[in-house]
């Protein structure tokens, strides 16, 4: 049975016959002597042939030593072409990349950053999945990934690229007669859209004061009204008048702006999206770290 330290002492073979001598192969390997002398004596030992003659003047291989020889240094040239085909495939910047996102980002500047690292790497294309495509089998081939949670509150977490604020908006006529009653009270008189984005976590709603000191904190939980898919169902139902939703602040700027919605309280501040990214290798391609520093390098909205 072939094992590592055969490999390993073949190679050491290869090197004391294209230097001549053993001490001129450890030189050449910054080996000790004794270290290539044993792996010979081991090599020869397993094969039980002699594969090299030594006397106190040369060192020539036999015709055993010779046949394995050929072979050794085919299998010592094989591996250096591994090696270096290794190194080169890491060093490339064109072709392509297949990635996944949450399906929340699409509705950030995420796509026009995408776009742009294909102009900025000529012959490169970007596969995109989103999380929703978790069971296709091509999903073993992402190389990186930009998830999403929810954080209601606390310190800004490490190894986050964004932080996306959120809000939590309805239909203005479900707010008429609300504005006295508790924030608690009014969210579960409107009733809350709960979606299955973030892991099922859209039935917590976490509070923050928009001025220090106002009030304190809150941690709500409600059974959700609605129970949709994802962001865009969320919305959409938010716009028809069907409950609140968290939502986040680039997508619905503009309806806030043209009264289509309303923030169920200017008072509280409901939370961040915090993305971040995810390598599946420990040593990734040039191209998945090409775009990971792309995406560093742009502001994510």
């Known amino acids: 049975m072939l094992k590592h330290k055969h490999l390993r002492h073949l190679a050491y073979f290869v090197e004391i016959v294209r230097a001549g001598s053993i001490r001129n192969a450890a030189l050449k390997a910054k080996l000790s002597a004794a270290v290539m002398s ?4 081991n090599l020869e030992t397993h094969m039980k042939v002699t594969l090299i003659k030594r006397s106190t003047r040369s060192m020539q291989p036999t015709a055993a030593g010779l046949r394995v020889f050929e072979y050794a240094s085919a299998m010592v040239s094989a591996a250096e072409a591994a ?4 190194k080169d495939a890491a060093s490339i910047t064109s072709g392509q990349l297949r990635i996944s996102i949450a399906s929340e980002l699409t509705y950030t500047n995420l796509p026009t950053i995408i776009r742009s690292f ?3 790497f000529s012959g490169t294309q970007v596969l995109v999945s989103t999380a929703a495509d978790a069971g296709d089998r091509r999903q073993a081939e992402v190389e990186l990934k930009i998830v999403a949670d929810y954080r209601g509150h606390g310190d800004d977490p490490k190894d986050v690229i964004a932080s ?6 309805c239909a203005p006529h479900l707010l008429a007669g609300h504005s006295s009653i508790r924030l608690h009270e009014i969210i579960s008189r409107i009733g809350l859209i709960g979606s299955a984005t973030f892991a099922n ?26 129970n949709v898919e994802g962001m865009a169902a969320a919305h959409r139902m938010a716009l028809e008048g069907l409950g609140a939703a968290l ?13 289509r919605l309303v923030r169920v309280s200017s008072d509280y501040n409901f939370g961040f999206l915090d993305v971040s990214v995810v390598m599946r ?15 560093f390098s742009h502001h994510l909205q």
């Open 38 to 41: 044993e792996a010979l004596s």
């Open 83 to 86: 090696l270096e085909a290794g």
């Open 118 to 120: 294909e102009n900025a």
């Open 164 to 169: 996306l604020p959120l809000e939590l908006v």
């Open 201 to 226: 976590r859209w039935d917590f709603i976490y509070a923050t004061p928009v001025r220090p000191g106002q009030s304190e904190p809150l941690t709500m939980r409600f059974d959700s009204k609605l």
């Open 247 to 259: 939502l986040l602040s680039s997508l619905v700027s503009k309806e806030i702006e043209d009264g």
């Open 281 to 295: 290798d420990d040593h990734p391609s040039r191209l998945a770290k090409a775009f990971k520093e792309h995406l």
